[in-house]
């Protein structure tokens, strides 16, 4: 029987690479359900819709074609047949992500995708309602959590690794305002799941973090 571990936690938790190091130390499959968010309002971006018009959004989804890879052991994001891993991750696509994923429709068009993966493989998967919605049935909850301005300089550095220009300041009210948007919309707002175990890494660093996240699985799944 395939083992499936959901986690769940705010933006900037480190969420996507925890859990890509826990799944490669334990041989799962990782699964980014954040990016299949940032396909869609990187779509609607490109198509020049305002992405909290949740009507416009929901005309574009028929046009919309995402497939989720993985080469070399990496997550890849295909949009209609182009890899967008890459645009995907820019600052603007961030906030649109954020705006897409509060709306119904949106969520259901990618629930049987992301539902089909943990059926086929033992994965680790990371969003917002993955252990609350998308998987309830996940044999491994965790709700990885950290101070709002540890996970924003952490995202800051991130950015300025990256080469951009950014402002600490910028990146904490962005962090803050998605924060109250993903805990307050009405469709699967972030919470704790009631039998997840909390992970909170801001006195952690990144490799502690991950062993943390190791042992919880392996305790939990009992592997």
Do not use: W
């Not at 997550?75 to 890459?86: A, K, P, T, W, Y």
């Not at 954020?98 to 049987?112: G, H, K, T």
């Amino acid at each position: 029987m395939n083992i499936a571990v959901a986690i769940d936690g705010p933006v900037g938790a480190g969420k996507s690479s925890i859990a890509r190091q826990a799944a490669k130390n334990l041989d799962f499959i990782y699964v980014d359900t954040g990016a299949m968010y940032r396909g869609i309002g990187l779509y609607a971006v490109r198509q020049g819709v305002v992405t909290t018009d949740a009507e416009k959004v929901n005309a574009l989804l028929p046009g919309i074609k995402l497939d989720i890879k993985i080469i070399d052991g990496t997550q890849r994001v295909f949009l209609n047949g182009e890899d967008v891993s890459e645009q995907i991750r820019l600052p603007e696509i961030s906030m649109a992500a954020s705006n897409v994923s509060a709306i119904p429709e949106v969520r259901a068009f990618l629930l049987d995708l992301q539902r089909g993966f943990a059926k086929t493989n033992n994965v680790i998967m990371d969003g917002r309602d993955i252990g609350t919605v998308i998987l309830p049935d996940a044999k491994v909850k965790i709700y990885l959590t950290a101070d709002a301005e540890v996970r924003a300089k952490r995202r800051y550095d991130e950015l300025i690794a990256k080469g951009q220009d950014v402002k600490y300041e910028d990146v904490l009210a962005d962090l803050n305002q998605r924060d109250y948007n993903d805990m307050h919309r009405e469709t699967a707002p972030l919470k704790v799941a009631d039998d997840a175990v909390i992970a909170d890494t801001t006195e952690l660093d990144f490799e502690q973090s991950c062993a943390l996240i190791t042992k919880i699985i392996k305790e939990k799944a009992e592997i």
